[in-house]
């Protein structure tokens, strides 16, 4: 996990045009087709075996085991398995791995110590581990694409690379959702293993993206929902811990404190403005020690989520579908909000909304004249420039204080919504 909060939220999102960063072609393949790299991606690469692997997790190594075909024996190849693949940054804390044949001159395979009947899918999970977004954006979401594309009706083990013990203590319910197989982790196991052949890599399709027409079995947003419900709920939208008799609707409101930015600094008015209009509120403040099950079982069985922009509002895809998510969306981020959290919600099925605020909401007011370009036009003092600088300022620098009632007239909407919901769904 990183130690230097503000550089990783200040690094985990750049603007980039794949139409105007074409990807370069550098596909390579052995001659006898069985070890072969794709490099053709903006996002990722991907590396495959295909035939009989051994991992030696000591050096980082897959080794293609007996080749049925003449493989050139000096054929090394080398991948960094993390689908941020344009961000140098983070690439160069992610680990290189190394696949080679293993008979012939070259290196030679390692006994096999530890024997799967089943494939090998690779990938790190370092990157911007411990922040909750990333680890669905380059995590959970390209693993749930790579599997519906490689592996759809396959068992499939997982070997992965920084997976530190509270991570997966954290995310077991969902690992076991993906692959009933146990993870092996690529840095504390020294025993050799064998598989039917290995994967290397997450394919990704962009912020908080899947798109279903690259996936053979179609899968969309509301499959990976129904993986989560898989995973957390057992299929069971009311779990008991909150299976109280409904008789308003349930409003979680997101909580953030601190240093961090993006802080709603008359939470409590905004709770009670909140209960005015109807609503039974809730807040929200998760950790990274907050388990999952916990999370779950609150937001599944609510009716509306309210949270300004930022990485908690990752929750929003515990949200049944049909329920309202209002996001409040700070001066700035508006394309920011877009990817991050308003097309996957719609996705899934859930009512999105937003909160734009205005200029006097914003505690940035406080520092810029309201004539100055980054009040007045963010998008035009911003142009292609999203540098640390001026992420420092929309992201890290700027809290919000809600105008009240102009919050409380949407609030109305929300409540319409997440009534009409609570009648239907409970």
């Known amino acids: 996990m990183f130690a230097d909060k503000r550089r990783l939220e200040m690094k985990s999102i750049s603007k980039w045009d794949p139409l105007l960063h074409p990807p370069p072609l550098q596909a390579s393949q052995s001659r006898g087709g069985q070890i072969s790299c794709d490099r053709s991606h903006h996002n990722y690469d991907m590396c495959s075996i295909n035939g009989p692997t051994v991992l030696d997790p000591k050096t980082s190594t897959f080794y293609l085991a007996d080749p049925a075909t003449s493989t050139p024996p000096l054929l090394v190849e080398k991948i960094r398995p993390y689908p941020r693949k344009w961000e140098s940054f983070v690439m160069k804390r992610i680990k290189e791995i190394t696949i080679t044949p293993g008979p012939g001159p070259g290196p030679r395979s390692p006994k096999c110590e530890a024997r799967h009947n089943a494939p090998a899918l690779v990938f790190s999970v370092a990157g911007y581990n411990g922040n909750f977004w990333h680890e669905f954006n380059d995590g959970f979401i390209p693993l749930f694409i790579t599997v519906n594309s490689i592996f759809p009706d396959q068992d499939v083990i997982f070997v992965i690379d920084k997976a530190r013990d509270w991570w997966v203590s954290k995310y077991a319910g969902l690992l076991k959702a993906f692959s009933k197989h146990p993870i092996v982790n690529l840095d504390n196991d ?15 399709h962009g912020f908080m993206a899947i798109d279903p027409t690259l996936l053979p079995n179609s899968a969309t947003f509301t499959h990976f929902r129904a993986l989560l419900d898989k995973a957390y709920g057992h299929g069971r939208n009311q779990p008991s811990m909150y299976n109280s008799p409904v008789t308003r609707p349930r409003l979680v409101l997101m909580s953030r404190k601190g240093s961090i930015g993006r802080v709603i600094s008359n939470e409590d008015e905004v709770k009670r403005v909140a209960e005015e209009v109807g609503f039974d509120v809730i807040m929200f403040k998760p950790s990274v020690n907050t388990p999952l099950r916990k999370a779950y079982a609150l937001i599944n069985t609510s009716h509306a989520m309210v949270g300004v922009h930022g990485a ?9 579908p049909g329920s309202v998510l209002v996001q409040v969306v700070p001066l700035g981020l508006e394309w920011v909000a877009d990817v991050c959290f308003a097309k996957s919600a719609k996705e899934m099925g859930v009512e999105y909304m937003e ?23 963010p998008v035009a003092f911003q142009g292609n420039n999203w540098s640390s600088d001026i992420m420092d300022i929309y992201l890290m620098e700027q809290n919000v204080k809600l105008d009240l009632l102009r919050f409380k007239e949407h609030l ?8 009409k919901f609570m009648d239907k769904e409970g």
């Not at 064998?194 to 990704?204: K, N």
């Not at 908690?312 to 049944?320: D, G, K, N, V, Y």
């Not at 109305?412 to 009534?419: E, L, M, N, P, R």
């Open 355 to 377: 909160y734009k605020i205005n200029a006097k909401e914003s505690s940035l007011v406080e520092k810029y004249d309201e004539n100055e370009m980054v009040i007045k036009d």
């Open 190 to 204: 020294n025993a050799t293993h064998c598989f039917t052949s290995a994967t290397l890599g997450l394919i990704s």
């Open 312 to 320: 908690a509002l990752t929750h929003s895809l515990f949200l049944r």
């Open 412 to 419: 109305k909407q929300v409540y319409d919504k997440a009534k």
